[in-house]
């Protein structure tokens, strides 16, 4: 299969070396430097910058190449990219994150707050911490982690935890070479529980990547990582 890679940082190069170990072959990489470069291929991956994913993901769309998208902070545009794929007949796959322990632990998440919902003596927040590379807070994981503590879509309502405000309290940190770690915590006067995520290296992101690029191909719609991973 080809691949063109929308975004060759990190995330991209450790898309490029796994994707290489499964037999594909990348036939394009799109960064800052060659953003109008014209590519084809049977699938796009996008890990770009967050003001780089709608032109990136617009330009595979206008070839019907399906994506797969895993970049965060720009999803204000989502629903219109959503519906240019429609228009385009092409096929589409976002995901706040590729990791297969992460989707898990998205499950989780969930589980556990139909259990704490009983108990209104908890009060939930959430903390994330990156790598200092990574420009957009809150984390797309921790914001589907804030979505899935909620039963009700209007009731899905977070905030930084240092800018106050309504909803769950995310607290987002900025460290050296972290790949991403995770806590939901459920604090009341008498004890706290509290689940994590923490990820070793980025190889899981980018082999969930690649098994998303995998399945969506001569895919057309819109699709989900539970839609590959079938939970």
Not at 43 to 53: E, G, K, L, Q, Y
Request: charged share 25%.
């Amino acid at each position: 299969m080809e691949i063109a890679l929308l975004g060759y940082g990190r995330m991209g190069k450790a898309i490029e070396k796994i994707a290489i170990e499964r037999g594909h072959t990348i036939v394009a990489k799109i960064d800052k430097d060659n953003q109008n470069e014209l590519f084809d291929a049977d699938v796009a991956i996008n890990f770009s910058v967050p003001d780089a994913a709608f032109t990136n993901i617009s330009k595979a769309f206008d070839k019907q190449i399906p994506v797969v998208c895993g970049t965060t902070g720009w999803l204000d545009r989502l629903a219109e990219i959503e519906t240019l794929c429609k228009e385009k007949d092409s096929g589409f796959l976002y995901a706040s994150n590729f990791s297969l322990g992460v989707n898990l632990f998205f499950d989780l998440n969930k589980k556990l707050a139909q259990l704490m919902k009983q108990h209104d003596s908890y009060d939930v927040e959430i903390e994330e911490i990156h790598h200092t590379q990574k420009v957009d807070k809150p984390s797309g994981t921790a914001i589907t982690l804030a979505e899935g503590v909620y039963d009700e879509e209007s009731k899905k309502s977070w905030h930084l935890a240092e800018q106050g405000g309504e909803g769950i309290p995310i607290l987002s940190l900025r460290q050296d070479d972290v790949p991403g770690t995770h806590t939901v915590q459920y604090t009341s006067a008498i004890d706290d529980i509290s689940i994590t995520h923490t990820a070793h290296n980025r190889t899981g992101f980018a082999f969930g990547a690649v098994l998303a690029a995998e399945w969506i191909h001569n895919k057309k719609g819109i699709f989900s990582m539970q839609d590959v991973l079938g939970l």
